[in-house]
């Protein structure tokens, strides 16, 4: 009987737990205390970012004015009357839209003057120097080199029907996109995220072909727009609600421990090659 091959970072959502598919294939995981520090620099920086907020009245009173002076600019400009005519008949209306409009800008220029006393705190520059600390304690922590690759792989959500997987949508995209660090040691393809390794035989790695069908992803980790002229070859595109859609490479593994495939998305295909020297077949 024909084995059925499993999204490597997929995950069955009619089991219990968030335990991905490579769990198999898990050799290092971060020490407690780093887990710790992880979630104490979480908590200061929600609570940065909650400096940085106006309180919650305020909020609702900037959304209050600027809705109310929204509504009063698109009433005057589809109303069959001048501007002046209109006043004449509703002076309290035109004279409320522009104390709207002016609570509104004083509340957003307030805003940002609290944001940029954020930017120029003591504070933010020492907990951005703690993250930079915890992110190489981190990398260290899970053996990764100085000169690791930056990869996305594409993880999936499924259910399992007749005995095989069946793709389920994650939200409003198709794919959940993870960035990880990539290198190769010890015969091995490893990938690791601020908190695991994995770890793939090179000899269990049994082809890479590019799948010339657009999939999304919500999330955009390189420095440079996907736009730019680095990534405009693989003529990626996206929505007005900010997802990404590409082709993408699956890599088969056969293994002991299990049938797999890597989704990798086609920006990232150099990047693997590179490391592992297989190459790619183009799906016809």
Known sequence: ME??????????IEQEGDTQDCAAF??????????SEMMRMQTENESLMKKAELPLPLT?????CWFGWLVVLLGTLKSDVSFMEGY???????????ICFFLWLGLFLYGRKRMKQIDKSTDLAEHI?????????????????????????????????NGKPRHKDAGLTQYLNFNMAAFVRDGNFCLADTVQRWEIPLSSIRSMTLVKKR??????HKDEPCNSKKYKPY????????????????IEIRDIRGDFFLLVPHFDGEVFTELTHIRPEENQ
């Not at 609702?60 to 209050?64: A, D, E, G, Q």
């Open 3 to 12: 084995s059925t091959s499993l999204n490597f970072f997929g995950i069955n």
């Open 26 to 35: 898990l050799t290092a995981e971060i020490p407690p205390e780093l887990e």
């Open 60 to 64: 609702i009173i900037k959304f209050i």
């Open 88 to 98: 004449r008949n509703a002076p309290a209306l035109h004279w409320g839209g522009v």
């Open 129 to 161: 120097q703690d993250s930079e600390k915890l992110y190489s304690d981190l990398r260290q922590a899970l053996g990764v080199p100085e000169d690791a690759r930056e990869m996305d792989v594409l993880g999936e959500r499924y259910v399992m029907k």
């Open 215 to 220: 999939v999304s992803f919500p999330e955009w």
């Open 235 to 250: 003529k990626i595109t996206s929505n007005s609600y900010g997802h990404f859609f590409s082709y993408y490479y699956r």
